[in-house]
């Protein structure tokens, strides 16, 4: 179901026509599906975010992702701050270096893990349309010496101009993770 959601939003979004910039300065929180190849069951769960703009280039960054099932709890925080610039008119880029824990148990297998790392995203935001936003980015993960390539693409339709509804999607490249959510963006400015 939340695919069908998410493809209709994404979906949506191509064709509107160029607009302002975006806002740094948001919270938001959705519901997400995770599936890895490896676990019989996908995992659900939300993810909460917050950006707050410091000046009209920096922002800080904090993230919340809490995932499970009935065997398997993944938790995901980061923390971190953020550049951001206009590109041409509409198109934004950001960079966004975050502290990164991955907490995860397993109650088949009796046992878990707690890891630090860092996240680099490097990424562009733009606004299709007064209504309708869209976000494609590289996250770049080192939990441990082990890293974690992630594309991502989020698509939101402004209803007000503070809410919106949005939908992401983010799919690993060197493994069998992906993550699909739908949820709310209230921006603060």
């Known amino acids: 179901m939340i695919k069908i959601l998410l493809a209709t939003l994404l979906f949506t979004v191509t064709f509107a026509s160029l607009a302002n910039s975006s806002s740094f300065h948001f919270s938001q929180m959705s519901y997400n599906e995770i599936e890895f190849d490896d676990v019989d069951k996908d995992l659900n769960g939300f993810d909460f975010k917050m950006n707050y703009e410091i000046n009209d280039n920096f922002y800080l960054n904090w993230e919340n992702l809490e995932s499970n099932n009935s065997d398997v709890d993944f938790n995901m925080r980061n923390i971190g701050f953020g550049f951001h610039s206009n590109i041409s008119k ?14 995860t148990s397993d109650a088949n297998l009796n046992q878990g893990s707690n890891e630090d790392g860092y996240r680099l995203s490097l990424g562009i935001r733009r606004q299709r349309s007064e209504n309708v936003d869209i976000r494609i980015a590289f996250e770049y993960t080192d939990i441990n010496n082990d890293t974690i390539n992630i594309f991502v693409f989020e698509a939101a339709y402004r209803f007000t101009n503070r809410l919106s509804i949005f939908a992401i999607h983010k799919k690993q490249t060197n493994s069998d993770f992906s993550q699909y959510g739908i949820g709310l963006r209230y921006d603060i400015k």
Do not use: N
Request: no cysteine; net charge neutral; glycine share 14%.
């Open 90 to 103: 509409g198109i934004e880029g950001y960079t966004q270096l975050d502290w990164t824990r991955i907490k």
